[in-house]
């Protein structure tokens, strides 16, 4: 049967790369880390890595490894086991609880990523008498979840709010039972962030649910560093938080949704990802406490994120580089054309800055970039060599 089948997929695959939309894993044989070793053309280099969700450079922290070493040793490698059966450790609920007081939030639960977490989130509380009203930038797996639920689906445009005003009166009209507003905290393609005090306006007025995905802003973002709900003063009028383990939070894996306790209580009975999934890995686990620790004195760690961060941007926009606007460490770097962005980030990894190119079907056709993202662990002369490598690579490019 196969047989039949080789001949499209092949073909399918050669169109992608003649497009210029094929997308290569790089191999890194070193920690994760402001540089890293690449093998590049079988030639291991030392590079700066400038395409790591590493924000506060936590991912290779000596006390986060201790810690992970000690839970190995006390808590062992893995589960085995859902958490409803034999797979809950006093660890699990113990990250439990100190999320639920980090975020604000009344109760927490645990998945094995936060696409998992989006993806039991919508089908388990809203069903076909119900509506979810989502940002039309929202991340995929937030997209994926809403497939998932019989509710009644809305789309606005991105930030806009009289659009989702409009959206939210027409599921009202619609005789919806519950609606539920859906964005990102932050967009991950852009690096905008949500307006949340003016959604949970709306909320307000018409009865709805505010839900957000936090993954790239938790743990930064914020005085505190507890996310947009923080930074926008609504931390009390979010309904649903859902994040990652995965990126500034020690950078490994993991997700979580933080939420008012009769919404987690109900994820536990009824959310798939979490009934059928492995419990999330004990070692993860204690090592995230070990990053919630951190994070109540890492005020430093994010003012030198903010510190790299204006100065690539505002180095990037001196030397004529369209860089979208904004203040998050997420810097997208604007080229429009596919192959010549994928050529680009070539020129980088061989002038020693490793970077991605982006392009569809992760962002929209005409819309490549690349994804520049700022850490806490970038020195001043890191983020200066980054840009003269990217003023070197346009000569070359344009040669």
Known sequence: MFDSVRDDLRATLDEIRAAGLHKSER?????????????AGGRPGEVLNF?????????????????AHEALDRWGY????????????????????????????????LYSSCFDANGGVFETLLGP??????????HASIIDGIRLSKARRFRYANRDMADLEQQLKEASEGGARRKLIVTDGVFSMDGYVAPLREICDLAD???AMVMVDDSHAVGFVGPGGRGTPELHGVMDRV??????????????????????????ALLRQRSRPYLFSNTLAPVIAAASLKVLDLLESAGDLREKLAENTALFRRRMTEEGFDILPGD????????GDAARAGRMAELLLERGVYVIGFSYPVVPQGQARIRVQLSAAHSTDDVDRAVDAFVAARAELEA
């Open 27 to 39: 191999v890194i044989d070193s920690p994760q880390s402001a540089t890293v070793r690449v093998s």
């Open 51 to 67: 395409c790591a969700n590493n924000y506060l450079g936590l991912a290779d922290h000596p006390e986060v490894i201790a810690a």
């Open 78 to 109: 893995g589960m085995a086991s859902v958490r409803f059966i034999c797979g809950t450790q006093e660890v699990h609920k113990e990250l439990e609880a100190r999320l639920s007081a980090f975020l604000g939030q009344e109760d927490t639960i």
């Open 129 to 138: 008498e119900d509506a979810v009203i989502s940002d039309a930038l929202n």
């Open 205 to 207: 007025r018409y009865d």
């Open 239 to 264: 309904d649903v938080i859902t994040g990652t383990l995965g990126k500034a939070l020690g950078g490994a894996s993991g997700g979580y949704v933080a939420a008012r306790a009769e919404i987690v």
């Open 328 to 335: 998050h460490a997420i810097a997208p770097v604007m080229i």
